[in-house]
């Protein structure tokens, strides 16, 4: 099992910044796909930004382009979302996505592992 842990929610003001990190613990053997979504009261969870690794590419939401970054520390196996620029409707809360492959007992196997969800407000 590949537990995930987000950490770097908080209060911010509109036109403030803030990175959420999302840590994965396991025996990881690769990471295939990384993604943040997030999910405001009312509103379906929606995805905000996503990294496949073979084919390189970067999706953002039409939202939060130019504003948001998503970035992944290989070696620590863990996934960023650098936010700039916030404002009022990016408040939600935040959910990592990491799919790969680990080791279960000897076995390497297929994961899709979920952060806890983090709370990101934004508001004067």
């Known amino acids: 099992q590949v537990q995930l842990v987000e950490s770097g929610g908080g209060s911010v003001q509109p036109g403030g910044f803030l990175r959420l990190s999302c840590a994965a613990y396991?025996?990881?053997?690769?990471?295939?796909?990384i993604g943040w979504y997030r999910q405001s009261p009312g509103k379906e969870r929606e995805l905000v930004a996503a990294d496949v690794t073979s084919s390189g590419n970067t999706n953002y939401a039409d939202s939060v382009k130019g504003r948001f970054t998503i970035s992944r520390d290989n070696a620590k196996n863990t996934v960023y979302l650098q936010m700039s620029s916030l404002r009022p409707e990016d408040t939600a809360v935040y959910y990592c996505n990491i799919v790969g492959y680990a080791l279960f007992y000897g076995s390497k196997r297929d994961f899709n592992s979920w952060g806890q969800g983090t709370q990101v407000t934004v508001s004067s």
């Open positions: 396991g025996s990881i053997f690769s990471i295939t796909a």
